[in-house]
Protein backbone atom coordinates (compact mmCIF):
# COMPACT_ATOMS: atom_id res chain seq x y z
CA UNK A 1 0.00 0.00 0.00
CA UNK A 2 1.51 3.14 -0.87
CA UNK A 3 1.78 5.61 2.12
CA UNK A 4 -0.86 7.81 2.80
CA UNK A 5 -0.41 11.81 2.81
CA UNK A 6 -1.61 13.92 5.63
CA UNK A 7 -4.92 15.47 4.80
CA UNK A 8 -3.90 18.83 6.45
CA UNK A 9 -0.52 19.88 5.31
CA UNK A 10 -0.17 17.42 2.32
CA UNK A 11 3.29 17.29 2.79
CA UNK A 12 4.28 14.56 5.12
CA UNK A 13 3.30 10.76 5.48
CA UNK A 14 -0.13 10.11 7.36
CA UNK A 15 0.38 8.32 10.76
CA UNK A 16 -2.75 8.37 12.25
CA UNK A 17 -6.41 8.47 11.62
CA UNK A 18 -8.28 11.10 13.77
CA UNK A 19 -11.39 9.17 15.72
CA UNK A 20 -13.09 12.41 15.77
CA UNK A 21 -12.83 13.54 12.15
CA UNK A 22 -12.02 10.24 9.76
CA UNK A 23 -8.61 12.25 8.92
CA UNK A 24 -5.40 10.88 7.80
CA UNK A 25 -2.86 13.28 9.50
CA UNK A 26 1.06 13.58 9.54
CA UNK A 27 2.49 13.40 13.11
CA UNK A 28 3.57 17.52 13.75
CA UNK A 29 0.24 18.48 12.22
CA UNK A 30 -1.16 15.68 15.30
CA UNK A 31 0.06 17.20 17.79
CA UNK A 32 -0.56 21.12 16.12
CA UNK A 33 -4.11 19.66 16.19
CA UNK A 34 -4.51 17.83 19.70
CA UNK A 35 -2.87 20.65 21.88
CA UNK A 36 -4.87 23.59 19.83
CA UNK A 37 -8.03 22.05 20.02
CA UNK A 38 -7.35 21.77 24.13
CA UNK A 39 -6.44 25.73 23.92
CA UNK A 40 -9.69 26.71 22.19
CA UNK A 41 -11.59 24.42 24.92
CA UNK A 42 -9.89 26.43 27.59
CA UNK A 43 -10.41 29.83 25.77
CA UNK A 44 -14.06 29.14 25.15
CA UNK A 45 -15.01 27.79 28.71
CA UNK A 46 -13.18 30.51 30.07
CA UNK A 47 -11.23 28.54 32.55
CA UNK A 48 -8.12 30.58 33.76
CA UNK A 49 -6.99 34.29 34.53
CA UNK A 50 -3.25 35.08 34.48
CA UNK A 51 -1.85 34.43 38.09
CA UNK A 52 -4.13 31.65 38.52
CA UNK A 53 -2.77 28.76 41.17
CA UNK A 54 -3.92 25.90 39.51
CA UNK A 55 -3.25 22.31 40.76
CA UNK A 56 -3.19 18.97 38.11
CA UNK A 57 -4.28 15.95 39.86
CA UNK A 58 -2.10 13.83 38.97
CA UNK A 59 -1.76 9.87 39.14
CA UNK A 60 1.12 9.11 37.40
CA UNK A 61 -1.59 7.38 34.61
CA UNK A 62 -1.36 8.28 30.62
CA UNK A 63 -4.45 10.75 30.90
CA UNK A 64 -3.11 13.56 33.86
CA UNK A 65 0.79 12.69 32.21
CA UNK A 66 -0.50 13.70 28.93
CA UNK A 67 -2.31 16.20 30.56
CA UNK A 68 0.56 17.80 32.70
CA UNK A 69 2.59 18.12 30.08
CA UNK A 70 0.21 19.75 27.65
CA UNK A 71 -1.13 22.23 30.14
CA UNK A 72 2.81 23.16 30.25
CA UNK A 73 3.31 23.77 26.49
CA UNK A 74 -0.01 25.58 26.06
CA UNK A 75 0.46 28.20 29.50
CA UNK A 76 4.12 28.64 28.06
CA UNK A 77 2.82 28.91 23.94
CA UNK A 78 -0.13 31.45 24.75
CA UNK A 79 0.82 33.32 27.79
CA UNK A 80 -2.25 31.85 29.96
CA UNK A 81 0.30 32.88 33.22
CA UNK A 82 -0.68 29.99 35.53
CA UNK A 83 1.10 29.09 38.93
CA UNK A 84 0.76 25.23 37.65
CA UNK A 85 1.25 22.42 40.85
CA UNK A 86 0.77 18.51 40.96
CA UNK A 87 -1.55 17.33 43.10
CA UNK A 88 -1.33 13.72 43.84
CA UNK A 89 -3.32 11.45 46.33
CA UNK A 90 -1.30 8.18 47.92
CA UNK A 91 -4.25 5.81 48.51
CA UNK A 92 -2.13 3.78 50.48
CA UNK A 93 -1.91 0.63 47.94
CA UNK A 94 0.97 -1.31 48.09
CA UNK A 95 2.29 -2.16 44.40
CA UNK A 96 0.24 -0.14 43.10
CA UNK A 97 -0.01 3.28 43.62
CA UNK A 98 3.60 3.29 45.33
CA UNK A 99 5.15 2.68 41.60
CA UNK A 100 2.68 5.11 40.09
CA UNK A 101 3.92 7.87 42.32
CA UNK A 102 7.45 7.21 41.32
CA UNK A 103 5.95 8.12 37.91
CA UNK A 104 4.87 11.02 39.51
CA UNK A 105 7.88 12.18 40.88
CA UNK A 106 9.65 11.80 37.86
CA UNK A 107 7.11 13.85 36.38
CA UNK A 108 7.70 16.73 38.42
CA UNK A 109 11.47 17.00 37.41
CA UNK A 110 10.56 16.24 33.78
CA UNK A 111 8.10 19.29 33.71
CA UNK A 112 9.29 21.18 36.46
CA UNK A 113 6.11 22.04 38.77
CA UNK A 114 5.84 21.75 42.30
CA UNK A 115 4.82 18.33 43.67
CA UNK A 116 2.47 17.78 46.54
CA UNK A 117 1.53 14.15 47.80
CA UNK A 118 -1.40 13.80 50.40
CA UNK A 119 -2.19 10.32 51.74
CA UNK A 120 -4.93 8.36 52.81
CA UNK A 121 -3.25 7.41 55.76
CA UNK A 122 -2.77 11.43 57.01
CA UNK A 123 -6.27 12.52 56.49
CA UNK A 124 -8.47 9.80 57.17
CA UNK A 125 -6.18 7.40 59.67
CA UNK A 126 -6.62 4.19 56.96
CA UNK A 127 -4.71 3.17 53.62
CA UNK A 128 -6.92 1.68 50.96
CA UNK A 129 -4.83 -1.67 52.06
CA UNK A 130 -6.47 -1.60 55.36
CA UNK A 131 -10.21 -0.70 54.48
CA UNK A 132 -9.84 -3.49 52.16
CA UNK A 133 -8.68 -5.84 54.86
CA UNK A 134 -11.59 -4.54 57.01
CA UNK A 135 -14.60 -4.35 53.86
CA UNK A 136 -12.96 -6.87 51.57
CA UNK A 137 -13.47 -6.29 47.74
CA UNK A 138 -16.91 -5.37 47.57
CA UNK A 139 -17.41 -1.64 48.33
CA UNK A 140 -13.82 -0.45 47.95
CA UNK A 141 -13.90 1.54 44.81
CA UNK A 142 -16.98 3.39 46.93
CA UNK A 143 -14.81 4.15 49.73
CA UNK A 144 -11.78 5.35 47.36
CA UNK A 145 -13.53 7.21 45.11
CA UNK A 146 -15.25 9.41 47.87
CA UNK A 147 -11.83 9.73 49.70
CA UNK A 148 -10.07 10.70 46.72
CA UNK A 149 -12.48 13.71 45.93
CA UNK A 150 -12.32 15.09 49.40
CA UNK A 151 -8.59 14.24 49.38
CA UNK A 152 -8.09 16.08 46.20
CA UNK A 153 -10.06 19.84 47.79
CA UNK A 154 -7.35 18.86 50.65
CA UNK A 155 -4.69 19.29 49.41
CA UNK A 156 -5.38 21.96 46.91
CA UNK A 157 -6.45 23.67 49.96
CA UNK A 158 -3.39 22.86 52.07
CA UNK A 159 -1.27 24.11 48.96
CA UNK A 160 -3.00 27.30 47.76
CA UNK A 161 -5.04 26.24 44.98
CA UNK A 162 -8.39 27.32 44.28
CA UNK A 163 -8.87 25.19 40.42
CA UNK A 164 -8.01 21.47 39.83
CA UNK A 165 -7.60 19.88 36.59
CA UNK A 166 -8.12 16.60 35.76
CA UNK A 167 -7.44 14.15 33.28
CA UNK A 168 -11.02 12.91 32.87
CA UNK A 169 -11.26 12.50 28.54
CA UNK A 170 -14.14 12.31 26.54
CA UNK A 171 -14.15 8.52 26.42
CA UNK A 172 -14.42 8.66 30.66
CA UNK A 173 -17.49 11.40 30.16
CA UNK A 174 -19.48 9.39 27.75
CA UNK A 175 -19.29 6.22 29.62
CA UNK A 176 -20.29 8.38 32.66
CA UNK A 177 -23.50 9.93 30.37
CA UNK A 178 -24.07 6.25 29.70
CA UNK A 179 -24.05 5.39 33.36
CA UNK A 180 -26.03 7.77 34.67
CA UNK A 181 -28.56 7.24 32.45
CA UNK A 182 -28.25 3.27 33.50
CA UNK A 183 -28.96 4.42 37.30
CA UNK A 184 -31.38 6.53 36.71
CA UNK A 185 -29.27 9.74 38.69
CA UNK A 186 -30.58 12.71 37.04
CA UNK A 187 -28.72 15.18 38.70
CA UNK A 188 -25.83 13.71 38.42
CA UNK A 189 -26.43 13.37 34.28
CA UNK A 190 -27.17 16.77 34.73
CA UNK A 191 -23.42 17.78 35.81
CA UNK A 192 -21.23 15.11 34.63
CA UNK A 193 -20.93 16.84 30.97
CA UNK A 194 -20.23 20.32 32.50
CA UNK A 195 -16.73 21.15 31.74
CA UNK A 196 -16.50 23.19 35.24
CA UNK A 197 -18.17 22.04 38.58
CA UNK A 198 -17.69 24.04 42.08
CA UNK A 199 -20.03 23.30 45.41
CA UNK A 200 -20.44 25.78 47.16
CA UNK A 201 -17.72 25.58 49.32
CA UNK A 202 -15.48 23.36 47.12
CA UNK A 203 -12.40 23.81 45.20
CA UNK A 204 -13.09 24.23 41.63
CA UNK A 205 -12.52 21.27 39.28
CA UNK A 206 -12.44 21.36 35.31
CA UNK A 207 -11.67 19.25 32.73
CA UNK A 208 -9.74 20.63 29.89
CA UNK A 209 -9.65 16.81 28.23
CA UNK A 210 -13.61 17.09 28.25
CA UNK A 211 -13.27 16.56 24.18
CA UNK A 212 -10.03 14.66 23.48
CA UNK A 213 -10.51 11.17 22.79
CA UNK A 214 -8.74 8.51 24.54
CA UNK A 215 -7.35 7.15 21.34
CA UNK A 216 -5.35 10.67 20.99
CA UNK A 217 -4.20 10.80 24.37
CA UNK A 218 -2.44 7.38 24.17
CA UNK A 219 -0.99 8.81 20.53
CA UNK A 220 0.26 11.49 21.77
CA UNK A 221 1.83 9.89 25.19
CA UNK A 222 3.62 7.44 22.39
CA UNK A 223 5.17 9.67 19.32
CA UNK A 224 6.48 12.38 22.70
CA UNK A 225 7.83 9.36 24.43
CA UNK A 226 5.86 10.57 28.09
CA UNK A 227 6.63 8.66 30.40
CA UNK A 228 3.45 7.34 32.03
CA UNK A 229 1.84 4.41 34.52
CA UNK A 230 0.32 1.88 33.61
CA UNK A 231 -1.49 -1.51 35.52
CA UNK A 232 -4.50 -2.00 36.84
CA UNK A 233 -5.77 -1.46 40.53
CA UNK A 234 -4.90 -4.47 42.05
CA UNK A 235 -8.31 -4.44 43.61
CA UNK A 236 -11.28 -5.39 41.53
CA UNK A 237 -12.64 -2.56 39.47
CA UNK A 238 -15.79 -1.29 39.26
CA UNK A 239 -17.34 -3.87 37.38
CA UNK A 240 -20.51 -1.54 36.71
CA UNK A 241 -18.20 1.33 34.84
CA UNK A 242 -15.82 -1.56 33.11
CA UNK A 243 -19.27 -2.75 31.33
CA UNK A 244 -19.86 0.97 30.32
CA UNK A 245 -16.66 0.99 28.92
CA UNK A 246 -16.76 -2.04 26.90
CA UNK A 247 -19.89 -1.37 25.17
CA UNK A 248 -18.79 2.38 24.61
CA UNK A 249 -15.89 1.05 23.02
CA UNK A 250 -17.85 -1.59 20.72
CA UNK A 251 -20.29 1.09 19.49
CA UNK A 252 -16.90 3.22 18.97
CA UNK A 253 -15.57 0.01 17.00
CA UNK A 254 -18.48 0.51 14.53
CA UNK A 255 -18.54 4.64 14.82
CA UNK A 256 -16.06 6.40 16.25
CA UNK A 257 -18.29 9.53 16.30
CA UNK A 258 -20.32 7.96 18.99
CA UNK A 259 -18.53 9.07 22.30
CA UNK A 260 -18.41 12.83 21.28
CA UNK A 261 -22.06 11.87 19.93
CA UNK A 262 -22.90 10.72 23.88
CA UNK A 263 -21.44 13.58 25.12
CA UNK A 264 -23.55 15.75 23.26
CA UNK A 265 -26.56 14.15 24.04
CA UNK A 266 -25.66 14.79 27.54
CA UNK A 267 -25.27 18.32 27.43
CA UNK A 268 -28.61 18.21 25.08
CA UNK A 269 -30.76 16.75 28.44
CA UNK A 270 -32.57 19.49 30.08
CA UNK A 271 -34.01 18.68 33.60
CA UNK A 272 -37.45 19.89 34.10
CA UNK A 273 -37.44 21.90 37.07
CA UNK A 274 -39.34 19.56 39.63
CA UNK A 275 -37.06 16.93 39.51
CA UNK A 276 -34.32 19.45 40.46
CA UNK A 277 -36.06 20.31 42.96
CA UNK A 278 -35.92 17.15 44.82
CA UNK A 279 -32.00 17.48 45.00
CA UNK A 280 -31.56 17.87 48.60
CA UNK A 281 -30.07 21.21 50.06
CA UNK A 282 -26.24 21.48 50.59
CA UNK A 283 -25.02 22.00 54.55
CA UNK A 284 -22.11 21.40 56.29
CA UNK A 285 -20.65 17.82 58.19
CA UNK A 286 -21.28 17.90 61.41
CA UNK A 287 -17.83 15.99 61.97
CA UNK A 288 -15.45 17.36 59.21
CA UNK A 289 -17.01 20.35 57.96
CA UNK A 290 -16.63 19.84 54.65
CA UNK A 291 -20.05 20.53 51.89
CA UNK A 292 -22.32 17.51 52.43
CA UNK A 293 -25.82 17.04 51.81
CA UNK A 294 -26.87 15.02 55.38
CA UNK A 295 -25.69 16.12 58.58
CA UNK A 296 -22.29 13.80 57.87
CA UNK A 297 -20.43 14.09 54.93
CA UNK A 298 -19.79 11.38 52.79
CA UNK A 299 -16.63 10.06 53.93
CA UNK A 300 -17.44 11.23 57.30
CA UNK A 301 -20.33 8.39 57.27
CA UNK A 302 -17.64 5.79 55.64
CA UNK A 303 -15.54 6.24 58.37
CA UNK A 304 -17.57 5.74 61.16
CA UNK A 305 -18.47 2.46 59.74
CA UNK A 306 -15.00 1.35 59.23
CA UNK A 307 -13.94 2.95 63.28
CA UNK A 308 -17.46 0.88 64.53
CA UNK A 309 -15.76 -2.16 62.90
CA UNK A 310 -12.30 -1.42 64.25
CA UNK A 311 -14.55 -1.32 67.57
CA UNK A 312 -13.93 2.53 68.03
CA UNK A 313 -10.98 4.63 66.55
CA UNK A 314 -11.96 7.72 67.72
CA UNK A 315 -8.46 9.01 66.95
CA UNK A 316 -9.61 9.38 63.43
CA UNK A 317 -12.07 12.01 64.20
CA UNK A 318 -9.20 14.56 66.00
CA UNK A 319 -6.80 14.18 62.75
CA UNK A 320 -9.59 14.92 60.19
CA UNK A 321 -10.54 17.91 62.28
CA UNK A 322 -7.35 18.84 62.65
CA UNK A 323 -6.86 18.83 58.61
CA UNK A 324 -10.03 21.34 58.46
CA UNK A 325 -7.94 24.52 60.08
CA UNK A 326 -5.73 24.26 56.38
CA UNK A 327 -8.91 24.97 54.13
CA UNK A 328 -9.56 28.09 53.13
CA UNK B 1 10.19 -22.74 4.86
CA UNK B 2 11.20 -19.10 4.89
CA UNK B 3 10.18 -16.68 7.80
CA UNK B 4 9.51 -12.83 8.90
CA UNK B 5 11.83 -11.62 11.34
CA UNK B 6 9.53 -8.68 13.45
CA UNK B 7 10.08 -6.64 16.47
CA UNK B 8 6.36 -6.54 18.83
CA UNK B 9 6.11 -4.07 21.73
CA UNK B 10 3.06 -4.41 24.29
CA UNK B 11 2.29 -1.75 26.24
CA UNK B 12 -0.42 0.47 28.38
CA UNK B 13 -0.33 -2.51 30.93
CA UNK B 14 -0.98 -5.34 27.82
CA UNK B 15 2.36 -6.49 28.79
CA UNK B 16 1.58 -8.20 31.78
CA UNK B 17 -0.59 -10.27 29.79
CA UNK B 18 2.58 -11.52 27.98
CA UNK B 19 4.50 -12.37 31.12
CA UNK B 20 5.77 -9.01 31.82
CA UNK B 21 7.90 -8.47 28.59
CA UNK B 22 7.81 -4.83 27.04
CA UNK B 23 9.33 -6.06 23.51
CA UNK B 24 9.77 -9.45 22.02
CA UNK B 25 11.81 -10.25 18.84
CA UNK B 26 9.70 -12.84 16.44
CA UNK B 27 10.48 -15.28 13.31
CA UNK B 28 7.24 -16.42 12.25
CA UNK B 29 6.59 -18.34 9.35
CA UNK B 30 5.97 -16.46 5.90
CA UNK B 31 2.70 -18.07 5.18
CA UNK B 32 0.33 -18.33 7.26
CA UNK B 33 -1.30 -21.06 5.77
CA UNK B 34 1.22 -23.30 4.13
CA UNK B 35 -1.36 -25.25 1.84
CA UNK B 36 -3.29 -22.45 0.80
CA UNK B 37 -0.11 -20.20 0.70
CA UNK B 38 -1.99 -17.11 2.46
CA UNK B 39 0.70 -14.83 3.21
CA UNK B 40 1.62 -14.07 7.34
CA UNK B 41 -0.63 -10.82 8.11
CA UNK B 42 -1.29 -8.87 11.56
CA UNK B 43 -4.20 -11.15 11.59
CA UNK B 44 -2.33 -14.58 12.00
CA UNK B 45 0.14 -11.71 14.25
CA UNK B 46 -2.63 -11.80 16.60
CA UNK B 47 -3.46 -15.79 16.68
CA UNK B 48 0.15 -16.34 17.33
CA UNK B 49 0.43 -14.23 19.72
CA UNK B 50 -1.97 -15.63 21.68
CA UNK B 51 -1.44 -19.11 21.08
CA UNK B 52 2.44 -19.12 21.88
CA UNK B 53 3.29 -16.43 24.19
CA UNK B 54 -0.03 -15.38 25.82
CA UNK B 55 0.16 -16.24 29.07
CA UNK B 56 -3.37 -15.39 30.85
CA UNK B 57 -6.52 -13.92 30.60
CA UNK B 58 -6.77 -13.99 26.49
CA UNK B 59 -10.70 -12.15 26.29
CA UNK B 60 -8.46 -8.97 27.24
CA UNK B 61 -6.04 -9.53 24.26
CA UNK B 62 -8.69 -11.28 21.46
CA UNK B 63 -12.41 -11.07 20.71
CA UNK B 64 -13.97 -12.03 17.78
CA UNK B 65 -11.47 -12.55 15.80
CA UNK B 66 -9.27 -9.21 16.27
CA UNK B 67 -7.79 -7.43 19.18
CA UNK B 68 -10.06 -5.83 21.60
CA UNK B 69 -11.62 -2.76 20.94
CA UNK B 70 -9.78 -0.22 22.93
CA UNK B 71 -6.06 -1.80 22.00
CA UNK B 72 -4.16 0.17 19.33
CA UNK B 73 -1.88 -0.89 17.00
CA UNK B 74 0.85 0.44 15.23
CA UNK B 75 2.62 -0.71 12.23
CA UNK B 76 6.13 0.58 11.86
CA UNK B 77 4.71 3.80 14.39
CA UNK B 78 1.97 4.39 12.01
CA UNK B 79 -2.02 3.83 13.21
CA UNK B 80 -2.59 0.05 11.99
CA UNK B 81 -6.26 2.40 10.40
CA UNK B 82 -4.11 3.34 7.84
CA UNK B 83 -1.68 0.22 7.00
CA UNK B 84 -4.79 -1.85 6.22
CA UNK B 85 -5.30 -3.15 9.97
CA UNK B 86 -5.72 -7.44 10.02
CA UNK B 87 -4.90 -7.56 6.85
CA UNK B 88 -1.61 -5.82 6.93
CA UNK B 89 0.74 -8.58 5.38
CA UNK B 90 4.09 -8.25 7.70
CA UNK B 91 7.49 -7.68 5.89
CA UNK B 92 10.72 -8.80 7.68
CA UNK B 93 12.04 -6.01 9.62
CA UNK B 94 8.14 -5.02 11.26
CA UNK B 95 7.87 -3.28 14.29
CA UNK B 96 4.49 -3.80 15.75
CA UNK B 97 3.51 -2.04 18.67
CA UNK B 98 0.50 -3.30 20.91
CA UNK B 99 -0.91 -0.74 23.23
CA UNK B 100 -4.12 -0.92 25.55
CA UNK B 101 -6.26 2.16 26.25
CA UNK B 102 -8.24 0.32 28.73
CA UNK B 103 -6.07 0.88 31.92
CA UNK B 104 -6.32 3.79 34.05
CA UNK B 105 -5.78 7.46 33.97
Known amino acids: ?328 | MSTVSLKVEFSGGLELLFNNQRQIKLDLPAQADASEGRPADVRYLIHWLKDNRLKERPELFVENGTVRPGILVLINDTDWELEGEEEYVLENGDDIVFISTLHGG
Open chain 1, 1 to 328: MPPKLCQLCNETRAVLKRPKTGQHICRECFYYVFETEIHNTIMEAKLFSPGDRVAIGASGGKDSTVLAYVMKVLNERYNYGLDLHLLSIDEGIRGYRDDSLETVKRNQQQYDMPLKILSYEELYGWSMDRIVEQVGRKNNCTFCGVFRRQALDRGAANIGVDHILTGHNADDIAETVLMNIMRGDIARLGRCTLITTQGEDTIKRSKPFKYVYEKEIVMYAYFKKLDYFSTECIYSPDAYRGHARTFLKDLEASRPSAIIDIIHSGEAFEVRQEVKAKAKAQTTCKRCGYMSSNELCKACSLLEGLERGMGGLAVVRGRCRGLESGRR
